[in-house]
T-cell receptor
């Protein structure tokens, strides 16, 4: 199957700083990537859909100025958590859709963000 | 907002026993997927069911999609410790060629050796 990587896997930052998370499709091109958020012992919640070359589509209740998404190439999408606060601490997971695999989404290993 | 409720939320059983996890919604989905997630990792796709009433088997796991495409079940036969994990169902919503996943509430399964 297709491989999706995320970097970093873990990040700890101080409140008020910004953190960038990268999501890469390693062996396929992804016109669409998705960003999810998962709180401890909870399910995944879709935050936004990232389309290469266009603006991301955010789900209801997700602040687009808080969570900046850039999908500059067919293999890379970035999520920047701006002015992070402790309540932003979570597990962030991206997925990438490979149209050659019947629209299946392949998930990255996740990034654990801890804001102090 | 489409909600997918899974039951039970937590399940702890002895190795060798059988179990069933349910995924229910009031919404109709074009297809439904089941994932397993290990701690600190992303979810891994187990199966996709597309047709109402469809049954798919993956070794000891049997997946069924409801006739109305609103619900699904996962049955595990003779559970093993390696089956331990978070099981997530996800409904697929198609919108003008764009597909989004709505994840269920999750079932945390622990198999006791």
């Amino acid at each position: 199957g297709a491989v999706v990587s995320q970097h970093p896997s873990r990040v700890i930052c101080k409140s008020g700083t910004s953190v960038k998370i990268e999501c890469r499709s390693l062996d396929f091109q992804a016109t669409t990537m998705f960003w999810y958020r998962q709180f401890p012992k909870q399910s995944l919640m879709l935050m936004a859909t990232s389309n290469e070359g266009s603006k991301a589509t955010y789900e209801q209740g997700v602040e687009k100025d808080k969570f900046l998404i850039n999908h500059a190439s067919l293999t890379l999408s970035t999520l920047t958590v701006t002015s992070a606060h402790p309540e932003d601490s979570s597990f962030y997971i991206c997925s990438a859709r490979d149209l050659g695999w019947y629209n299946e989404q392949f998930f990255g290993p996740g990034t654990r963000l801890t804001v102090l | 907002t489409q909600l997918l409720e899974q039951s039970p939320q937590f399940l702890s059983i002895q190795e060798g026993e059988n179990l069933t996890v349910y995924c229910n919604s009031s919404s109709v989905f074009s297809s439904l997927q089941w994932y397993r997630q290990e701690p600190g990792e992303g979810p891994v796709l187990l199966v996709t069911v597309v047709t109402g009433g469809e049954v798919k088997k993956l070794k000891r796991l049997t997946f069924q999609f409801g006739d109305a495409r609103k619900d699904s079940s996962l049955h595990i036969t003779a559970a093993q410790p390696g089956d331990t994990g978070l099981y997530l169902c996800a409904g697929v919503i198609s919108n003008f060629g764009n597909e989004k996943l709505t994840f269920g509430t999750g079932t945390r399964l622990t198999i006791i050796p």
